[in-house]
T-cell receptor, first 114, second 111 residues
Framework: GAGVSQSPSNKVTEKGKDVELRCDPI?????LYWYRQRLGQGLEFLIY????????KSGLPSDRFSAERTGESVSTLTIQRTQQEDSAVYLC????????????FGPGTRLLVL | RKEVEQDPGPFNVPEGATVAFNCTYS??????FFWYRQDCRKEPKLLMS???SGNEDGRFTAQLNRASQYISLLIRDSKLSDSATYLC????????????FGTGTSLTVIP
């Protein structure tokens, strides 16, 4: 079956612009996670959604970052007024149940802020 | 203290060698444990879950030691294709349903 997909695969933007990253989870997966991975670093948790519950936003680094999810489908991560330190790979993962079940990752969006 | 800690390596081993990685975790309430593999410029992919009694999948063996709060991964008969970064993943049930990832251990298998 189809895995997690993300778009765009690469994004180059200028400092100060807003960007929107998209994640399509595996069908039927109620949990969806966003992570950030800077070059040569580990995965940094940003936010997760579980069904219709309030999302856990505790990992968002600043109020420039926000994410939405419509039901149990697509999610978008928005970064406003991008900064050079936002340059990273943004990874999305989905699973059948938050905090317990295996996560399956999408290929990521490589963001470069000039 | 970090939630999950791994020796970053790098581990450089010859083909056919046996290599082991450990990962320590800080939350005694953690219940779900995984090893993921991440190739250069790729997303992490599940290698195996780690069960309380330990589990084996071909050349890979995972162990859990709850008393000492660590998990291990043993790779036997290393192949060139095993070269990757191995990520330890632990859940945190009493601080939300997050997963915590280690920073990874780099393995290079040398011909």
């Amino acid at each position: 079956g189809a895995g997690v997909s993300q778009s765009p695969s690469n994004k180059v933007t200028e400092k100060g612009k807003d960007v929107e990253l998209r994640c399509d989870p595996i069908s039927g997966h109620t949990a969806l996670y966003w992570y950030r991975q800077r070059l040569g670093q580990g995965l940094e948790f940003l936010i997760y959604f579980q069904g219709n519950s309030a999302p856990d936003k505790s990992g968002l680094p600043s109020d420039r970052f926000s994410a939405e999810r419509t039901g149990e489908s697509v999610s978008t991560l928005t970064i406003q007024r991008t900064q050079q330190e936002d340059s990273a790979v943004y990874l999305c993962a989905s699973s059948t149940l938050a905090g317990v079940a295996t996560q399956y990752f999408g290929p990521g969006t490589r963001l470069l802020v000039l | 203290r970090k939630e999950v800690e791994q020796d970053p390596g790098p581990f450089n081993v010859p083909e056919g060698a046996t290599v082991a990685f450990n990962c320590t975790y800080s939350n005694s309430a953690s219940q779900s444990f995984f090893w993921y593999r991440q190739d250069c410029r790729k997303e992490p992919k599940l290698l195996m879950s780690v069960y309380s009694s330990g589990n084996e999948d071909g050349r890979f063996t995972a162990q859990l030691n709850r008393a000492s709060q660590y998990i291990s991964l043993l790779i036997r008969d290393s192949k060139l294709s095993d070269s990757a970064t191995y990520l330890c993943v632990v859940n945190s049930p009493n601080t939300g349903n997050q997963f915590y990832f280690g920073t990874g251990t780099s393995l290079t298998v040398i011909p």
